[in-house]
T-cell receptor
């Protein structure tokens, strides 16, 4: 399985943007890049995913490098509610991609 | 609408006992997944179902773990002869269908299992 590398933790101030990097140098051409986050004492929740092009939704933006070996999740204005562990996950096309393979993620601390 | 629910929210048992953990997926979701999360780590895949059948059980750690989904909706994860190392949060997720890496999985809050 292709692996991802993320910083263990990041800090941000409330209402400032947060840029969460993810390295995935062994990504294959058909792997999707997914992001989930896990708030304290809750199950993970989906944030965003993409393949090649940058993606935006109401929660965040996903910027994917042209060579696809890295990506960045962008939270445009961090709130206290965004304090969570953020997981970058590669998912293959086909049956092997049905399960999520979580790494250690990045713990985001938002300071008021 | 209602999300994924899991019962009980907490379960304390003694070493060697049998436990059952229940998952109610989102109505209409045909795919159901079980994960396990140890303290300070990311969730680890155990098994997933498409309908009533276990499509991939490669993550089950040993034969003490078993899961069923007899009617294609509710699922039960069963652990026999529990060990202290089984202590973890057991997470259930569902998705509308298996979509080979493009679907969204919706997680429940988990069941925290403590084996004394």
């Amino acid at each position: 399985d292709a692996k991802t590398t993320q910083p263990n933790s990041m800090e941000s101030n409330e209402e400032e943007p947060v840029h969460l990097p993810c390295n995935h140098s062994t990504i294959s051409g058909t792997d999707y890049i997914h992001w989930y986050r896990q708030l304290p004492s809750q199950g993970p929740e989906y944030v965003i995913h993409g393949l090649t092009s940058n993606v935006n939704n109401r929660m965040a933006s996903l910027a994917i490098a042209e060579d696809r070996k890295s990506s960045t999740l962008i939270l445009h204005r961090a709130t206290l509610r965004d304090a969570a562990v953020y997981y970058c996950i590669l998912r293959e096309v086909g049956a092997a991609g049905n399960k999520l393979t979580f790494g250690g993620g990045t713990r985001v601390l938002v300071k008021p | 609408g209602a999300g994924v629910s899991q019962t009980p929210s907490n379960k304390v048992t003694e070493k060697g006992k049998y436990v059952e953990l229940r998952c109610d997926p989102i109505s209409g979701h045909t795919a159901l997944y079980w994960y396990r999360q140890s303290l300070g780590q990311g969730p680890e895949f155990l098994i997933y179902f498409q309908g009533t059948g276990a499509a991939d059980d490669s993550g089950l750690p040993n034969d003490r773990f078993f899961a069923v989904r007899p009617e294609g909706s509710v699922s039960t994860l069963k652990i026999q002869r529990t060990e202290r190392g089984d202590s973890a949060v057991y997470l259930c997720a569902s998705s509308p269908r298996l979509a080979g890496g493009t679907d969204t999985q919706y997680f429940g809050p988990g069941t925290r299992l403590t084996v004394l």
